[in-house]
């Protein structure tokens, strides 16, 4: 029988039938083999194929992963050579991000949207607690919008602790697989609970020590509306890992590089040093966001932004 996970908590899953029955699942070791560069070899979001467990009551195991159509992925932390599936088979995924109690860096919104691109995802921008930019909202919204104008972004703003400022984003995700990401602190449950609040889920407080969200969402998980939205929650993720992508294609997933990378005069251009690069000459003269850019090289230089 067909399945898709809806939950993982590290050995065991939630599956549920096209039929709506949901089953307690478990992995056989060739699977687990099978994927063994990875911290989870199933994701959430994923279809499988399932046999009854004859062992265990109401228990099945997943025989089979089938052929993803896009997932979303990082390494699992910074000291870790595995890398951690967030979510797969998605429509699109919300990166919910704010400005400051915790402040999301450009450098983790760059690795998130590199990731969406890598790997064939759109990718949504919500820039969570503008009710606390005050008189700074305006000038907040132009400089985000300066900097990803290019970047094939969905950009909104809003308020989680405000129904109205989060319409736009419920029109957009309506009927679809949307996965929620960012760092613990940052609004995902409270923007989930208000968008359905049905879902109910738990809301964390923020650390007055340190400014960082305690994490509140243990495992990623699916929730579905009578409507047929899906949206999966994920543990708050302090940092973005890049993984699986070669240095010389880094930059096709700089959407703003694209236009000027058939100029340059090296084919093979990193587009760091060389004479005659398109790329950095429109760094120079404002095509290209500095900002970009400087992301762009962390990224091939292999350095971490958690900051």
Not at 189 to 197: D, G, Q
């Amino acid at each position: 029988m067909e399945a898709t996970i809806t939950k993982s908590t590290g050995s065991w899953y939630l599956a549920r039938t096209d039929d709506g029955v949901v089953w307690q699942a478990r992995t056989r070791g060739k699977l687990r083999l099978q994927v063994s560069d990875t911290s989870n070899p199933v994701a959430v979001g994923d279809r499988v194929l399932l046999m009854e467990d004859v062992n265990y009551e109401n228990t099945a195991i997943i025989k089979e992963i089938f052929p993803r159509e896009n997932y979303v992925i990082r390494k699992a932390n910074k000291l870790s050579s595995k890398r951690q599936i967030l979510a797969t088979n998605l429509d699109a995924a919300v990166l919910v991000a704010s400005m400051f109690a915790p402040r999301t860096s450009l450098g983790f919104i760059d690795r998130f949207l590199l990731g969406c691109q890598a790997y064939h995802v759109p990718a949504i921008l919500f820039m969570n607690k503008v009710d606390m930019l005050g008189d700074n909202i305006d000038q907040v919204q132009s400089e985000i919008g300066r900097i990803y104008k290019n970047a094939q972004v969905e950009i909104m703003y809003g308020s989680a602790l405000d129904s109205n400022s989060i319409q736009e984003l419920l029109n957009r995700i309506h009927i679809k697989r949307i996965l929620l990401a960012g760092h613990s602190g940052v609004g995902k449950s409270t923007l989930l609970n208000a968008l359905y609040p049905e879902f109910d889920a738990k809301v964390g407080s923020i650390s007055e020590t340190h400014s960082k969200g305690k994490h509140t969402t243990t495992f990623a998980e699916m929730f579905t509306t009578e409507d047929g939205t899906q949206l999966i929650d994920t543990p708050g993720i302090r940092d973005f890992g890049v993984v699986d992508i070669e240095a010389i294609e880094i930059p096709q997933y700089f959407p703003e590089f694209r236009k000027f990378m058939n100029k340059c005069k090296f084919s093979n251009c990193t587009h760091t040093h060389e004479p005659n690069c398109a790329v950095l000459e429109n760094v120079s003269n404002g095509n290209i966001p500095e900002e970009r850019y400087y992301s762009y090289q962390s990224i091939l230089n292999n350095e971490d932004i958690y900051k």
